[in-house]
């Protein structure tokens, strides 16, 4: 069972100051809310009262809804003419959607006029969003405009911030605001007094993750075996190399353990394709993601679906059955068994 637990006060008081800081902020609550979950997500953004939250795509609204957020919730991809789940929302008038594309405009003018629409400009990233020179000539007559959103991938500079506000002045609608990403709070505060329209940001990961001693992940060992060198162990029957112990610790790639630090995903990844000689050859160079005895132990060959076997070199037992091991999991492609608050 991997285990994420939540100093639940910590956690809160951390969410909290960080919404006083940055106030106005919409929490971003996608994919798997963060590690959390959406029913944390939510029951946390009810508590710093917050009016909006956002989404990565429109199948996840349900989820939110069904955790009890009835404000308004933004979806970040934006619109598409094929996706009927997004299409269906058009008409939910506390479903903000995001349109980033010229002809889509014109779609959504046609399908559903007053649904509550965000228009995407788009970045230096180049991912979506209506072309800078597009904007000043924009048609956008009719339709219920909430806004203009910029993202950036990373920390964005005030310049940009400046930059991209300066392209969204040039449409008479830029006073409905503009909703900026990655900006320092400094900067988003500064920008907010700079610019006479309303100015949001999105948060997801300085938010949820900002605290990371607000929330650990464990791991429970299921079993530990002494072994004398030269012992086959696991699926592949590869032979230990030493004396030691092979620990069977719960947590596999199911959860998405081995799929992040401290080794690289793609020495994994090419681990978990390869024949048992490649394993073979691997093993013993694969630090696990566990801390065990102070120390991440190597995998005595590629974690299984809710499992891992690492090595422990001897002497002593390093850690007896039942014992709950830290690991190191990337928060936002982990699945867990268990969410505590404590
Ligand atoms: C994911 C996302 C965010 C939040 O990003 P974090 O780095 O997690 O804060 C903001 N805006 C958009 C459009 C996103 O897709």
């Not at 969410?15 to 006083?20: E, I, M, P, S």
């Not at 990565?56 to 809804?65: F, H, I, K, L, P």
């Not at 058009?90 to 007053?114: G, Q, W, Y």
Request: hydrophobic share 40%.
């Amino acid at each position: 069972m991997l285990k994420l637990t939540v100093d639940e006060q910590r956690w809160h008081n951390h969410l909290a100051a960080f919404v006083a800081s940055c106030p106005g902020i919409v929490p971003v609550t996608k994919g798997n809310g963060y590690g959390f979950g959406h029913a944390l997500t939510v029951q946390e953004s009810q508590r710093l009262g917050v009016d909006v939250i956002a989404v990565g795509v429109a199948q996840e609204v349900a989820s939110v809804r069904e955790h009890g957020w009835d404000k308004d919730v933004v979806v970040l991809n934006p619109w598409r003419p094929g996706d009927e789940v997004a299409t269906e929302l058009l008409s939910d008038p506390k479903v903000v959607t995001t349109i980033s594309r010229v002809e889509d405009v014109a779609a959504v003018r046609d399908l559903a006029p007053s649904a509550p629409i965000l228009v995407e400009v788009e970045t230096s990233m180049h991912r979506h969003g209506v072309g800078a020179d597009e904007v000043a000539a924009l048609d956008l007559d009719g339709l219920n405009v909430r806004g203009w959103t910029v993202h950036r991938p990373s920390r964005a500079t005030l310049n940009e911030g400046r930059e991209m506000a300066r392209i969204v002045m040039r449409h008479p609608l830029a006073s409905r605001g503009i909703w900026f990403s990655h900006l320092s709070c400094d900067d988003y505060i500064t920008l907010s007094k700079e610019l006479d329209v309303p100015v949001r940001m999105r948060v997801g990961t300085r938010l949820w993750l900002g605290d990371a001693d607000a929330y650990r992940v464990t791991g429970t060992v299921l079993d530990v075996h002494w072994l004398p060198k030269a012992t086959p162990v696991g699926y592949h029957r590869i032979k230990t190399r030493r004396d030691g112990y092979i620990v069977v610790v719960s947590g596999g790639t199911a959860h998405g353990v081995a799929l992040s630090a401290p080794m690289s995903a793609d020495s994994v990844r090419r681990w978990l394709v390869r024949g048992a000689e490649a394993v073979a050859n691997m093993v013993g160079r694969v630090r696990s993601p566990f801390t065990i005895a102070g120390r991440h132990p190597i995998f005595a060959e590629p974690p299984h679906m809710h499992s891992s076997l690492v090595f422990c070199g001897g002497p002593g037992e390093p850690v007896q059955v039942g014992d709950e091991v830290p690991v190191n999991v990337r928060m936002t492609t982990a699945t867990f068994d268990e969410i505590c608050l404590k």
